[in-house]
């Protein structure tokens, strides 16, 4: 049984399926913009340097968020 | 015959300015649109008997209200209301690229898809059957590949038959928004209809699902124009809202959303099929992210082509400038030659040649360093810079491609704030683009080199590295620490979201890269012959007049006939001059604020000189020389000065120093504020001359009274 998790807590190489986003605004309509919408499978490709921010692969191309805005996002890693 | 007004929308990185200029060629212009910073680029074509206008729109994701761009380019399809509109796709993520799409289709102008970057689709595996997405979508579909130029002149065509076929008739894409705003959607469209509530301008329903966003802009608009319908609809939009935080724990403008991106995928099932999917293909700018964003390689990399675009920018731009400079210096010896001493002389020559010389001696590193950060942006690392610093920036309220400007305007000592100004145009988050600006020239740009490495000389001579490596990380530090209060303070509010793609590396195309330039290059060239040529002329003026009294000149010419020996002729002229450039303006303001200058431990010709350096930085040392009788100081030579100074009882080790912090941090160069304000403002540029100098006197006092106390 797979937990929910928060984005941030997400390691180099894991995949997961974006479950919510709790971003309003700005931030949040940035987020849905971008692609990431629940139901999103993403795949953590990288961290910068100091771990922060985090790089995302969607099916066709690649994002970067803030540890600080990915803590809006909850989701459910997958088995890969 | 006909004229069309056709705008190009599209995401950033999807090729639109590409395809753009391939449409265009040189046959373009760019301004801003009215009240913002966001450049505007309109070209005109011929297309057979047709005229048309082509308008690039800022690059965007969506068209809500949030940033200026999106403004812009929503403004435009509304108000302008162009016969057409081509949205230029990257092929390769189509379904991110059609959420614009159906934005611009919700508001019904008529609409040509121009699938892009259909290269990079074929050779990855995927397929895209744009026939069936024509059907599907009810819009003409042409692939193109714009960097190569193919399938521009189609797409040309296409639009202009759709333009044609339209004539101007909108007609709005409806999608379902689910069971739980449809129904209030459809009570809003029948209020706004029936009160013709802001209907000659968008559809009924588009003005509805704003209403539901909370768009601001709508609202406002739609306030202005009927109060009671607005209150209505707003109170329509809180109820629905209310009941899907309860229900679904969601905002109106969330499940918009959602059901968007639901549109879009039931609109792409069919169209885009991975028959034989071509992993590795996908997957070469990831590994090339492995090494250029390693956490101890990428900084590394990152550092040396940092250094490298310095280093290209001064030393090869270097050659050029000579030749300019020649070339003016030339002129000015000509001038020299052909005119009778006197006024109009020194104007032409102390005034109009040597303020726009110095000037478009900039034009070569401009040139330089714009050809490369556009390559480095077209490549997509300017993205990777900005992902491995923003870290750091982000605690002082900057981001990460803030690290550009702050190198080009000296944070490697010897570069220049013109070009670092400019090279803000990277930053796309307003705040942190303005904070940038206002301290990028806190940086030691080559101007004041000379000024620092005079007064180590003297006072602190055998340690002049030490002292400017101090130098160059104390402007670094109080860069850094201004921004983080300028953002707590005047630019206040949370940091732009930092979400961003990472777009795959490309190679930057030249044509692209040198269209890029040449506008820039141009753009400041032609600043030169007005705006700044009228400071120049003024700040002659300021450094001329009022000109000694006649018996004063006449003291000296009696003197000049007294004199036995050539030295002491000059040596007449050197305290004539000083006793001219005190009279003057400059002169009388360095005088008048002595009694305040001095906390700082200034004299009356520091003063001058200073106010000289609000023309260029290189005058503080001249004109000090002038000052201080030595007649005009070359720069590069400053050692008579350095030696004057030292024996100067009123000018100590600690002015030396409050000297030095005063021309870290004080007004950047007319050039530098011209620049500033057409990247922000006039406003913005002017609070930056004031509030720095300020800033700098404060910090020259403390520094000088530190240093009495402690040295």
Redesign the interface.
Request: proline share 9%.
């Given at each position: 049984m797979t937990q929910d998790m928060c984005l941030r807590k997400a390691k180099v190489n894991q995949k997961l399926k974006i479950k919510?986003?709790a971003a309003?605004g700005?931030?949040?309509?940035?987020?849905?913009?971008?692609?990431?919408?629940?139901g999103t499978e993403v795949h953590v490709?990288?961290k910068?340097?100091?771990?922060?921010?985090v790089?995302l692969?969607?099916?066709?191309?690649?994002?970067?968020?803030?540890n600080s805005?990915a803590d809006h996002i909850t989701v459910i890693p997958l088995e890969d | 015959m006909a004229r069309y007004i056709i705008g190009i929308a599209g995401n950033p990185n999807c090729g639109k300015t590409t395809m753009f200029n391939e449409l265009t060629g040189a046959r373009q212009h760019v301004a801003n649109w009215p009240g913002v910073t966001v450049e505007k680029k309109v070209g005109h074509i011929y297309s057979g008997p047709d005229a048309v206008e082509l308008v690039d729109l800022p690059g965007t994701?969506?068209l809500?209200a949030?940033t200026q761009e999106e403004l812009v380019a929503r403004n435009f399809l509304v108000d302008e209301r162009p016969e057409a509109v081509i949205d230029i796709m990257?092929a390769?993520?189509?379904?991110?690229n059609l959420?614009l799409a159906v934005q611009i289709m919700e508001l019904g102008v008529p609409l040509i898809f121009g699938l892009n970057m259909m290269d990079e689709v074929r050779s990855s595996g995927k397929r895209i059957d744009s026939a069936l997405l024509a059907k599907l979508s009810g819009c003409a579909v042409v692939e193109t590949v714009a960097r190569h130029g193919e399938g521009a002149q189609e797409l040309l065509k296409a639009t202009l038959e759709v333009a044609e076929s339209k004539r101007g008739h909108w007609e709005p894409l409806t999608i379902s928004y689910g069971p739980d705003l449809d129904p209030v959607l459809k009570e809003m469209q029948a209020l706004i209809e029936k009160e013709e509530f802001l209907t000659d301008r968008v559809p009924a329903r588009w003005t509805g699902i704003k209403y539901l966003e909370r768009d601001e802009d709508v609202v406002i608009k739609g306030r202005m124009t009927n109060t009671a319908v607005s209150d209505r609809l707003e109170a329509m939009a809180r109820e629905v809202a209310e009941h899907t935080e309860k229900t679904l724990?969601a905002?109106p403008?969330?499940i918009i959303?959602?059901y968007r991106?639901g549109y879009i995928a039931s609109l792409i099932k069919d169209v885009v099929s991975y028959p034989v999917l071509d992993a590795d293909r996908i997957s070469r700018?990831?590994k090339m992210?492995?090494v250029l964003?390693?956490?101890?390689l990428?900084?590394i990399i990152m550092l040396a082509i940092v250094y490298l675009i310095y280093k290209i920018t001064f030393s090869v731009g270097e050659i050029p400038m000579g030749w300019l400079e020649s070339l003016f210096g030339w002129m000015g010896d000509a001038a020299n030659a052909v005119l009778p001493d006197g006024l109009l002389r020194s104007l032409i020559v102390s005034g109009i040649i040597d303020g726009v010389g110095g000037v478009l001696g900039f034009v070569p590193l401009i040139m330089f360093m714009f050809l490369m950060i556009s390559a480095l942006e077209d490549s997509g690392y300017i993205?990777r810079m900005a992902?491995?610093l923003?870290?750091?920036f982000?605690v002082f309220g900057l981001h990460g491609t803030s690290v550009l400007p702050f190198i080009v305007s000296g944070g490697i000592a010897g570069g220049c704030a013109v070009p670092g100004v400019m090279a803000t145009r990277t930053l796309r988050s307003p705040k942190e683009k303005l904070a940038t600006l206002f301290v990028a020239p806190y940086m030691t740009c080559g101007a004041k080199v000379p000024v620092f490495l005079m007064l180590a000389a003297a006072f602190f001579p055998k340690n002049e590295a030490a002292v400017m490596l101090t130098i160059t990380l104390g402007a670094w530090a109080m860069a850094l620490i201004v921004a983080r209060v300028l953002r707590s303070t005047v630019i206040r509010g949370a940091s732009?979201?930092?979400?961003?793609?990472?777009?795959?590396y490309r190679m930057p195309t030249l044509r692209g890269v040198l269209i890029h330039t040449w506008e820039r290059t141009w753009e400041y060239a032609k600043k030169a012959g007005t705006v700044i040529l009228g400071i120049s002329i003024l700040l002659w003026a300021m450094m001329t007049f009022p000109q000694l009294p006649a018996d004063r000149v006449a003291h000296y010419e009696a003197q000049r006939a007294a004199a036995g020996s050539e030295e002491q002729v000059s040596e007449i002229g050197n305290i004539e001059a000083e006793e001219a450039i005190r009279h003057t303006l400059a002169g009388r303001i360095g005088t008048a604020l002595e009694p305040l200058s001095e906390l700082a431990g200034f004299n009356w010709r520091v003063n001058i000189a200073l106010t000289g350096g609000f023309a260029a930085k290189e005058v503080i040392v001249s004109t000090l020389g002038t000052a201080y009788s030595l007649g005009e100081i070359d720069a590069e030579e400053a050692q008579p000065l350095s030696e004057r100074l030292v024996k100067d009882p009123g000018f100590s080790r600690a002015s030396a120093i409050a000297l030095i912090v005063f021309t870290m941090l004080y007004a950047p160069c007319f050039v530098t504020v011209v620049t500033m304000a057409r990247e922000s403002s006039w406003k913005w540029a002017a609070f930056s001359v004031v509030g720095s100098t300020g800033l700098a006197f404060v910090m020259a006092v403390i520094a000088f009274n530190a240093a009495e106390a402690f040295l």
């Open positions: 919510s986003i309003e700005e931030l949040g309509r940035r987020i849905r913009d971008l692609g990431l919408i629940p490709i990288g910068a340097p100091l771990r922060d921010p790089a692969r969607l099916k066709d191309f690649t994002l970067t968020l803030r805005e | 994701y969506s809500t949030y990257n390769d993520a189509l379904e991110r959420y724990k905002r403008d969330a959303a959602d991106y700018s990831d992210d492995k964003t390693h956490q101890f990428g900084p993205a992902y491995m923003d870290r750091i982000k732009t979201p930092f979400v961003m793609e990472l777009p795959p």
